[in-house]
């Protein structure tokens, strides 16, 4: 990073420290591959129009975590920044820092207002105890994302290698056998202790600490469950523990627990007595919890949402596919999608692959599709400007810079983008139905990304192609539908002047910085 871009994502980090309120404000903060999520003391202290002023913020969702868009690659300079500068603060009552003007002239935006603001706080029909919950489930999951792309694209490379050892000559298998399984044996060390991870997360989630959220998860890869002999349950009945049972949902559940436990702990016995009783009783009731209730509750419930989500495909088929691809679009929006993680992970473990993911990535495919139809309609040289910024990541597999810079603003390319990924997952969900499912051995890469990363009952190739088929559709009706029902004549009266729909988003964050 030059020092001229470390400048920039310094002013950046300041610009967004003073709209949220300042550092006594940020309880912890956090990114997936778009954007910066902070947890806050306060979110009504948080200046969301503020935060939509600056260039280089494609979008904000209001809400606990307050999620900022700010794009791939860029959101992780800028939450380094952002610690950085937050390291800086000294935590003040203060809500604005003195520095907060001058960031915001570096930025191009206004200092935080102190009158009239949009506040942060959710409106009440974003604030239901189903958006809580999937808001949580999220932000357990969203840490976890970099480790989930790199640990599965390792053993995406490593199947690959086997497939390529099995046909070389004699003298070449042995070399790709053995990269094959270097390869796997880094890339499978993550998903070995993704249960510790998930547990330490929910931990921290539930205000526990996070050490003993991962102890008490571990019990449930551990080997030693396998000399318990059998037991019953009411109306489970007679149960047998062995390692991994319960999965993720399992480990979720011990590490809320186990926060739970420590939390009530500490809040009556003495703070003397806590350094010592806290852990070991939340620990110890927690573990026997997890190990007699959760474990076997928790292996039901993922069997079920497994199960249920293959019958959904197979006998919902098109219909389904249909209806997930073009609705996932609202998901994303409000940084909800992750909360799906738990269910990609349970399909993989349970028949190796996700169907699920591919359908629900024809969504960014028919965003791209829709692109350049706008790109190709318009002759509005700051809307080709956004849209030569954003389309590439989003044929990458990072569509949210695409939708809030273009798509979301615009309106109609919204409804035919979400319509355009719902055609192209007909073709998966015809398959889908008649037992041919495409599946993704790992979720994170998406769009164009996710093709080294497809198989299915069909084998390799037949998957490869089929999906590749899809994309093509959404592609195409994305576009399609976009050339000729994707811009009012408002619009396009405008087009040329104020630009397409008078958008006066600001250009892609690549612009920006």
């Not at 499978?188 to 526990?208: H, R, T």
């Not at 002047?497 to 250009?507: I, L």
Request: charged residues 10%.
């Amino acid at each position: 990073m030059t020092s001229d871009e470390s400048a920039r994502f310094d002013a950046l980090a300041r610009a967004i420290l003073g709209a949220i309120g300042g550092a006594s404000n940020v309880r912890r903060h956090f990114h997936c591959m778009t954007r910066l999520r902070l947890v806050l003391v306060d979110p009504d202290r948080a200046d969301v129009a503020a935060l939509k002023a600056l260039p280089a913020v494609l979008g904000v969702v209001p809400g606990e975590p307050l999620q900022i868009v700010i794009g791939p690659g860029v959101v992780a300079q800028a939450s380094a920044a952002f610690a950085a500068v937050l390291a800086e603060q000294p935590a003040q009552a203060d809500a604005v820092p003195a520095d907060a003007g001058r960031a915001a002239a570096v930025t191009g935006a206004a200092a935080p207002a102190t009158g009239t603001r949009e506040p942060a706080g959710r409106p009440a029909r974003r604030n239901t105890a189903a958006h809580r919950f999937l808001r949580r489930i999220a932000s357990i999951f969203t840490p976890l994302i970099p480790a989930l792309i790199g640990a599965g694209l390792l053993n995406a490379i490593a199947g690959l290698l086997k497939v390529w050892a099995a046909q070389a000559p004699a003298g070449g298998a042995g070399t790709l056998t053995f990269a094959a399984t270097v390869a796997s044996i880094v890339g499978s060390a993550f998903f070995a202790f993704l249960v510790i991870q998930v547990g330490m997360n929910a931990a921290a989630e539930f205000g526990g600490t996070p050490c003993l959220g991962g102890a008490t998860a571990g019990i449930l890869i551990l080997p030693a469950i396998a000399k318990l002999p059998a037991f019953a349950l009411p109306i489970i009945g007679e149960i047998a523990l062995k390692p991994g049972q319960g999965g993720l949902m399992g480990a979720l559940l011990a590490g809320a627990l186990t926060a739970g436990i420590e939390r009530s702990v500490r809040a009556r016995i003495a703070s003397a007595a806590q350094t010592l009783l806290a852990p070991t009783v939340a620990l110890g009731l927690a573990g026997i919890a997890t190990l007699f209730v959760i474990m076997p509750v928790a292996e039901l419930l993922t069997q079920a949402v497994g199960s249920l989500t293959a019958t959904l495909l197979r006998s919902g088929g098109m219909p389904a596919a249909f209806v997930l691809a073009a609705s996932f679009v609202g998901l994303l929006m409000f940084g909800l999608h992750q909360a799906l993680i738990p269910i990609h992970a349970q399909l993989i473990a349970q028949y190796g692959y996700t169907a699920l993911f591919p359908i629900l990535a024809m969504s960014g495919c028919g965003q791209a599709g829709t692109a350049f139809a706008l790109y190709f309609r318009t002759r509005d040289p700051r809307l080709k400007q956004t849209i030569r910024n954003t389309l590439p990541t989003c044929m990458l597999g990072v569509s949210e810079p695409l939708l809030y810079g273009v798509t979301l603003p615009l309106g109609r390319p919204l409804i035919t983008a979400s319509l355009g990924g719902g055609m192209g997952a007909l073709v998966l969900g015809y398959c889908a139905a008649h037992g041919h499912d495409v599946g993704a051995t790992t979720i994170g890469p998406a769009n164009l990304m996710l093709i080294p990363l497809v198989t299915g009952p069909m084998g390799l190739m037949a998957s490869v192609a089929t999906y590749c088929a899809a994309v093509a559709v959404a592609y195409s009706s994305g576009f399609v539908l976009t050339w000729f029902f994707g811009l009012s004549e408002a619009q396009r009266r405008a087009d040329g002047a104020s630009g397409v729909g008078g958008t006066e988003r600001p250009p892609a964050v690549a612009a920006a910085l």
